[in-house]
Structure formats: C-alpha cells, structure tokens
C-alpha cells in the first residue's frame, strides 16, 4: 500500500519535497494545507490523489497521512507540530525551527515524550561533500573554521521582519552552525554581532541585519568564525573552511577541496542530498528504522540554541555561554 504524505505550505520548498516525494516508489501526496484553499487547490492540482485544505486537522482527518512535511516560514511554526505530535504523525520540518526560542524549546521535549519519529531539513549533512569530509577529518585537529552565507535578501516579505524569519543569522546561516556541529562537535560559547547598513532604507519593512559575525567556541576547544550578509546584490559564496593540523578542508554545497602541502584534491557530490533526506525520513516512517535520518528534531535543536544565543549576544553585547 502506498505511503500517504500531506505537505503544510505552499511555497517554493513546500513543491520542492512534493515534487521529490511523488517520484519515489510506494509514496503519493495526499494533500496540501496552506493559509488559502486557493492556494492549497493550486498546489494540489499538480498531484493526482491530492486535495487542497485550508485547515491542517482537515488535511489530517481526511487526508489520513503517514507522515507530514512542515514547509511553512519560522513564525509558522507551533500549531502545526503540536497537532502532529498530539496525532503521533512523523513529520519532515523545514529549517529553521522557528524565529524564536520557547516554542522549539516545547516542542523538543513532548517529541522526545512521545518518541516521535522527526526529521529536520538541514540538507547539508546528505550531501557526499559533509561525509567526505568527516572521512577527511579522521585523525586531524580542527583548531579554526571560518563560515559564510554571503549572499542577497530573499525576496519574500516575511524574510524581512525579526517576527518572521528571526534574520539571516537565524534563517540562512543555520545550514552552516548546523555544520559546524555536525563535523566539529558542540558549542559551548557564542558572541555576536549583528549590523544595520542601507537594506532597510532599500527594501520597505526591513528590520533584519544586513551584516553579522558570530564567534562560536566548541567543547573541542576550537574557535570559529561565521559571518553573513544579506545585502549583496549577488550570491557570493556560503560554505565552511576547517582548518587543520594537515591543511584547510573547504566545504562547499557543491563538494570539497582537501588542500595540503603541494596537493590540491576536489572531491564533487555525485548524489542529490535532498532525495536522501526524503529517501531516510520516509524509510524511517515505513520501517521504524531511524539510522539514516542524520538532523532529528532534538539534534536541529541544539543548532537553534546556538542561533537564539547569538540573537541574545548581539542584544546584550555580552558573550552567551551553552
Ligand atoms: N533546506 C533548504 O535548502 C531550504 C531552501 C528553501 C527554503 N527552506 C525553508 O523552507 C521554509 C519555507 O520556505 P519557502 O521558500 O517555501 O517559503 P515561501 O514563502 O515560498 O512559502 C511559504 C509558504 O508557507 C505558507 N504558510 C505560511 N504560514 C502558514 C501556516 N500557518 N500554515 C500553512 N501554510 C503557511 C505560505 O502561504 C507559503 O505558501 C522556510 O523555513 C525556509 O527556510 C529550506
């Protein structure tokens, strides 16, 4: 029988995972639920056995999913995850897990009550370039890693505002804190500071910085840099350089370069890492078993505090320790 999955949102990732979802075997979109039924019958009419709703619980009442797909802006976040976790339906959220810290702090502990299966959409950690650099690691030292999400404002009017995205730092440059931890281990201090410039007097209704650098110190006891902007007029870079004992491994969405002494190795991703994280929460939802989902609700957690603690740090000037 075919495994049933609804999607909550209609935007851009909410078609990216339905239209990755209706291509593998044994699965079919059942229903979106979005915050109009005209949009949600638009978005459903691309899939055959979809209906389009205007209420979560009415997808989840006639729809019947196996597992739901939260693809819906930070502020979203709350009421969706609370009716899942009420129903005990597997869910695949989208980062970041919210623009603020309680409601992912709630959530967290009643998933690991419930033992719910989750997965978050850190995508990063699927791509061949993270597990070709954990290999690279192995028997190494990373003292330093310089971060970056250097890029230009999403045009979307939700990105702009605090109450709505939290800002680059929380939104965006979460894909590399997450990467941080993910192949350097946990955070223990952060410091920030966030910056202003000409975006708001640009783009109306901007409240978020234009500019941040994050200091982050890891249990390991190494030192890392991340800084973000969002005022460029072009998508410059993002991405993670470890700095070892042996050389520079520079992690990019794309693959990796292992640079050594007289050596330069470029290792390119040959696999899609998004039909993985669908391909191991959907296995995970089938079977029971969760080994290959690599970001768990609990796990994306731990990465948010990080980002709560540099929006705490920025505000107060004063450094956040976890
Ligand atoms: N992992 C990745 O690579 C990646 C890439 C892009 C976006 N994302 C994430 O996906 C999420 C959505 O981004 P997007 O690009 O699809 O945004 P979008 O603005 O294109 O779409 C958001 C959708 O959510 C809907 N929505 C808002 N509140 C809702 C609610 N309460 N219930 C149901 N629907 C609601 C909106 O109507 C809209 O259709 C964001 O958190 C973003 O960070 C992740």
């Known amino acids: 029988m075919n495994m049933r999955i609804g999607i909550v949102g209609t935007g851009g990732f909410a078609k990216k995972h339905a239209g990755i979802v209706s291509r593998m075997d044994g699965c079919e979109v059942v229903g979106f639920a979005g915050t109009s039924l005209e949009k949600a019958e638009k978005a459903a009419s691309g899939f055959a056995a979809a209906a389009g709703y205007e209420q979560v619980e009415a997808m989840l009442d006639n729809g019947k999913p196996d597992a739901v797909y939260i693809c819906v802006p930070p502020m979203a976040h709350g009421p969706i995850e609370r009716s899942l976790i009420e129903r005990g339906i597997p869910f695949l959220v989208e980062k970041p897990l919210g623009a603020e810290g309680s409601i992912p702090g709630e959530l967290a502990k009643q998933i690991t009550e419930k033992r719910l299966i989750t997965s ?116 410059h870079t993002s991405g993670l350089d470890l700095v070892t004992d042996l050389g520079v491994v520079e992690f990019r969405a794309h693959g990796v370069r292992d640079i050594r002494k007289g050596q330069i190795t470029e290792f390119l991703n040959q696999t899609d890492p998004y039909v993985k994280e669908n391909e191991a929460f959907l296995h995970a939802v089938r079977t029971g078993d969760t080994s290959r989902i690599r970001s768990t609700y609990e796990d994306a957690h731990q990465t948010h505090l990080v980002s709560m603690a540099a929006v705490r740090s920025a505000e107060t000037g004063m450094p956040v320790r976890l």
Request: charged residues 15%.
């Open 120 to 235: 978050v959409g850190y995508h990063l950690r699927y791509t061949d370039g993270a597990q070709k650099t954990k290999e690279l690691l192995e028997g190494r030292y990373v003292g330093l890693a310089n971060g970056y999400w250097l890029g230009s404002m999403p045009g979307v009017s939700w990105w702009r505002t605090l109450q709505g995205s939290g800002g680059q730092f929380v939104e965006q440059t979460t894909h590399i804190t997450d990467l941080v931890r993910y192949l350097c281990g946990e955070v223990s201090e952060v410091y920030a500071q966030f910056n202003r410039v000409v975006m708001h007097e640009r783009v109306p209704g901007t409240e978020v910085p234009d500019n941040g650098v994050v200091t982050l110190k890891l249990r390991s006891g190494a030192v890392v840099s991340l800084t973000n902007t969002c005022m460029l007029p072009i998508n």
